[in-house]
C-alpha cells in the first residue's frame, strides 16, 4: 500500500495537539482520603448530639438536626460509639446518615463487653491477636465506606471507669510485661492500641483520621496511670483528644473550669506530642448545679476555645446528652443545648461571632 508523506505528518501533528490539550486540561479533583487539620486560624464544630440509652450507639438523624437548628450553626464531625457488645461490625447504617449530613462520622471504637465489662476484646486477648479477624473485618468496611473516618480506640484510657484503663491490665507492677521500667497497665493498653491501627492500616483503611484520647485529669491519680504513659507512639496517632467536664451532676461539689483542667492537660499534651494537633473530643456542664451554672461555663469555655488560647487545638464538640443517676428527678444530668435555653444562647451567639473561622460540612464542596 502506498503511504502518503504529508497525510503521516498531518497525523503526527494532530496527536501532538491533542496530548497537549490533554496536558493543559485541569486535573479531575479527587475525593479527599482523609480529614486532615483545618486552615491556620480555623476550628472544626462537632457534637455527640445525644441518643435515648445512653450507650451513645443509637444517634439519629434528627439528633443531630436537632442540635444545629438550636445552635444556628452546623457540624464538621458527629460522634457516636460502636460498642462491640451489641456488634463487632463497622457501624455503616450510622456512618452514612452522617457522611449523608455533609459531616465525618466520629466512631468511638469501644472494644468492650455488656455493662461495661471486659467481655471478650480485653487489652491482653487484642495483643495477642485474638481479635485480629474481626478488625480486620472492621477495616475492611471502614476502607470500602470510602470518605473520611475519625476513629478512636480506649476512649479516656487513663480513667478507671473504662475496662481498657492500666488499673485492669497490671496497673504500676514492673516486669510482668515488656518493658520492665515501665508500669504494666498502660504499656499493655499502648500496645492493644498499635496493634489496631497496625491490623487495619494492613487492610488498606487509609481513610481513618486516628485519635489517641485521654481525660483531663487521671484516675487514679497515680504516677503509674499518668496519661503519658499510654501514650502508643507518633507513628499510630494523627490527632489528640481530650475530656473536660464540669459538674456532670446537680449535687456534685467538684466545679473545676474549663481553663484549669484545659491549662494544665494541654502542658503535659505540648510536651508528649508537640507536632500533634488537638482536639477537645467532650467536654460539658450539666444544668441545676449550685456551684456553676451551665451556661456560664460554657461560655468561659468557648471564649478560650474560639480565642485560641491553646494554638494547637483545632476543634471541639459538646456532649449534648441527658441521664438520670437516681430515683430523684432533681438529680437527673442535662447537658443538651435543648434543655436549657441560656446555654443554647451561649452557642447560638458564641458560633454566630466566629463566622468563617468555623468549619462545619467538610464533606460539602
Given at each position: 500500500?502506498?503511504?502518503?508523506?504529508?497525510?503521516?505528518?498531518?497525523?503526527?501533528?494532530?496527536?501532538?495537539?491533542?496530548?497537549?490539550?490533554?496536558?493543559?486540561?485541569?486535573?479531575?479533583?479527587?475525593?479527599?482520603?482523609?480529614?486532615?487539620?483545618?486552615?491556620?486560624?480555623?476550628?472544626?464544630?462537632?457534637?455527640?448530639?445525644?441518643?435515648?440509652?445512653?450507650?451513645?450507639?443509637?444517634?439519629?438523624?434528627?439528633?443531630?438536626?436537632?442540635?444545629?437548628?438550636?445552635?444556628?450553626?452546623?457540624?464538621?464531625?458527629?460522634?457516636?460509639?460502636?460498642?462491640?457488645?451489641?456488634?463487632?461490625?463497622?457501624?455503616?447504617?450510622?456512618?452514612?446518615?452522617?457522611?449523608?449530613?455533609?459531616?465525618?462520622?466520629?466512631?468511638?471504637?469501644?472494644?468492650?463487653?455488656?455493662?461495661?465489662?471486659?467481655?471478650?476484646?480485653?487489652?491482653?486477648?487484642?495483643?495477642?491477636?485474638?481479635c485480629d479477624a474481626l478488625l480486620r473485618r472492621w477495616a475492611r468496611?471502614?476502607?470500602?465506606?470510602?470518605?473520611?473516618?475519625?476513629?478512636?480506640?480506649?476512649?479516656?484510657?487513663?480513667?478507671?471507669?473504662?475496662?481498657?484503663?492500666?488499673?485492669?491490665?497490671?496497673?504500676?507492677?514492673?516486669?510482668?510485661?515488656?518493658?520492665?521500667?515501665?508500669?504494666?497497665?498502660?504499656?499493655?493498653?499502648?500496645?492493644?492500641?498499635?496493634?489496631?491501627?497496625?491490623?487495619?492500616?494492613?487492610?488498606?483503611?487509609?481513610?481513618?483520621?486516628?485519635?489517641?484520647?485521654?481525660?483531663?485529669?487521671?484516675?487514679?491519680?497515680?504516677?503509674?496511670?499518668?496519661?503519658?504513659?499510654?501514650?502508643?507512639?507518633?507513628?499510630?496517632?494523627?490527632?489528640?483528644?481530650?475530656?473536660?467536664?464540669?459538674?456532670?451532676?446537680?449535687?456534685?461539689?467538684?466545679?473545676?473550669?474549663?481553663?484549669?483542667?484545659?491549662?494544665?492537660?494541654?502542658?503535659?499534651?505540648?510536651?508528649?506530642?508537640?507536632?500533634?494537633?488537638?482536639?477537645?473530643?467532650?467536654?460539658g456542664c450539666t444544668k441545676g448545679n449550685a456551684l456553676v451554672s451551665?451556661?456560664?461555663?460554657?461560655?468561659?469555655?468557648?471564649?478560650?476555645?474560639?480565642?485560641?488560647?491553646?494554638?494547637?487545638?483545632?476543634?471541639?464538640?459538646?456532649?449534648?446528652?441527658?441521664?438520670?443517676?437516681?430515683?430523684?428527678?432533681?438529680?437527673?444530668?442535662?447537658?443538651?443545648?435543648?434543655?436549657?435555653?441560656?446555654?443554647?444562647?451561649?452557642?447560638?451567639?458564641?458560633?454566630?461571632?466566629?463566622?468563617?473561622?468555623?468549619?462545619?460540612?467538610?464533606?460539602?464542596?
Open positions: 500500500m502506498r503511504v502518503d508523506a504529508g497525510m503521516i505528518a498531518k497525523t503526527i501533528l494532530l496527536a501532538a495537539c491533542l496530548w497537549a490539550g490533554a496536558c493543559r486540561a485541569p486535573a479531575r479533583e479527587m475525593p479527599m482520603k482523609r480529614i486532615a487539620a483545618p486552615p491556620a486560624g480555623k476550628l472544626y464544630h462537632g457534637v455527640y448530639p445525644g441518643g435515648k440509652t445512653g450507650e451513645e450507639d443509637d444517634i439519629t438523624p434528627a439528633d443531630i438536626s436537632s442540635y444545629e437548628r438550636t445552635v444556628g450553626r452546623r457540624v464538621a464531625w458527629v460522634y457516636f460509639s460502636n460498642n462491640w457488645y451489641r456488634s463487632p461490625e463497622f457501624p455503616w447504617k450510622t456512618a452514612e446518615f452522617i457522611r449523608a449530613a455533609g459531616a465525618v462520622p466520629f466512631i468511638r471504637l469501644m472494644l468492650r463487653g455488656e455493662d461495661n465489662s471486659q467481655g471478650k476484646y480485653t487489652v491482653e486477648r487484642i495483643i495477642s491477636g485474638e468496611r471502614a476502607r470500602e465506606f470510602g470518605t473520611p473516618l475519625i476513629v478512636e480506640y480506649g476512649t479516656e484510657c487513663n480513667g478507671q471507669w473504662f475496662p481498657w484503663n492500666g488499673k485492669h491490665h497490671g496497673a504500676g507492677r514492673l516486669g510482668g510485661y515488656g518493658d520492665p521500667s515501665k508500669p504494666d497497665g498502660p504499656e499493655r493498653f499502648a500496645a492493644a492500641y498499635r496493634r489496631i491501627v497496625t491490623v487495619m492500616k494492613k487492610e488498606g483503611a487509609d481513610n481513618i483520621t486516628w485519635v489517641f484520647h485521654v481525660d483531663s485529669r487521671d484516675d487514679p491519680e497515680e504516677a503509674w496511670n499518668r496519661l503519658e504513659n499510654y501514650y502508643p507512639g507518633d507513628e499510630f496517632v494523627d490527632w489528640i483528644g481530650v475530656s473536660a467536664y464540669g459538674p456532670q451532676e446537680p449535687d456534685s461539689d467538684d466545679a473545676p473550669s474549663f481553663r484549669e483542667l484545659m491549662d494544665a492537660c494541654y502542658r503535659r499534651l505540648d510536651a508528649l506530642a508537640p507536632d500533634k494537633p488537638v482536639i477537645v473530643a467532650e467536654f451551665e451556661d456560664q461555663w460554657a461560655a468561659a469555655a468557648l471564649d478560650d476555645i474560639l480565642g485560641h488560647r491553646w494554638p494547637r487545638v483545632i476543634g471541639f464538640s459538646w456532649w449534648n446528652e441527658r441521664w438520670e443517676n437516681d430515683d430523684d428527678p432533681a438529680h437527673n444530668t442535662d447537658m443538651r443545648v435543648q434543655g436549657s435555653p441560656a446555654l443554647a444562647e451561649v452557642f447560638r451567639t458564641r458560633l454566630a461571632q466566629a463566622g468563617d473561622e468555623i468549619v462545619e460540612r467538610p464533606l460539602v464542596k
